[in-house]
């Protein structure tokens, strides 16, 4: 059972000179991950798929290594601080909290097996045995309560080469400009995601909580019911849109929202 954000957009990013980084990204945010039934690990997937290149990846700031096509390899990985892996033309990025690092599991190899096992609309192909040279990329989150991240924080970018990649992780994930990457994790209470002048923040309780430090602009959001909140920054103010996740659209409500800004609004005509 996980909270999650998914915040896609098509940034059609852009470097200092002007070249094209990454058409799209999509940035993906769990908390509060936990399991019904006690006594194994939990895991979010984060892709598996079949593996049509080499795999590269760099790993808390090391060298990068490669695993080649035609080369097994099941690695459990603690990632300290943001690191990417790439293969077929597809990126991703996982961040770690700052106090705790995250299990990543990476595992590629040839499996054979029966779709029929998997599916049962293959029972008409039920003694087919294929194999598959597989990719699978995931967190592992322990055992519920002991002591692991029970959080996520990663990106996916489609379509990207493995220079654009490292451009991106290079340019928006570890710098500190203003149109850097922010993710906000305020004690699984709100989670949240800063970009290129968004914020996108969803809050979780119903209760009163605070999102603060939310992009280079420290910005500071309360709210008192599970909403999420998209807000563009723009030279005439702050743009939000705001959706009840606590209510159907039929339902009259009321939010409370409170912002460390002097606002006012052109036309608001609530109903």
Known sequence: HAVAAVLGAAFHDRDEGGHALVKDAIICLG????????????????NQTERKTDIHYQLNGT???????????????????ASWFWQDSIGY???PKTTLA???????????????????RNKANYNT???????????????????????????????????????????????????????????????SVSYDGYTAAFFTQKKNVKASKLGADSLSISADKPVVLLIKRKPS?????????DNTFT?????????????????????
């Not at 400009?177 to 993710?183: V, W």
């Not at 103010?237 to 996740?245: A, E, I, K, P, R």
Request: charged letters at 15%.
């Open 31 to 46: 908390n509060s991950i936990t399991d019904t039934i006690p006594g194994g690990d939990v895991y979010t997937t984060i």
């Open 251 to 271: 339902t009259v409500n009321e939010i409370a929202i409170g912002v460390n800004r002097a606002l006012k609004s052109a036309s608001f005509n609530p109903t």
């Open 237 to 245: 103010g702050l743009h939000f849109n705001v959706s009840d996740l």
């Open 129 to 191: 045995t294929v194999s598959v040279n597989v990719f699978q990329l995931s967190i592992n989150h322990g055992v519920p309560g002991a002591g692991k991240d029970d959080s996520y924080r990663y990106l996916v970018l489609p379509s990207v080469s493995k220079a654009d990649l490292i451009n991106f992780y290079n340019q928006k994930v570890l710098s500190a400009d203003s149109n850097s990457l922010y993710i906000n994790y305020n004690n699984a209470e709100v989670i």
């Open 102 to 120: 995250t299990s990543i599991v990476l595992k590629a190899k040839v499996t054979t097996g029966n779709w029929a096992n998997l599916d049962e």
């Open 63 to 81: 060298a990068e290594q490669t695993i080649a096509l035609n080369s097994d390899i099941t690695a459990n990985l603690n990632v300290s601080s």
């Open 93 to 95: 990025i996982v961040i």
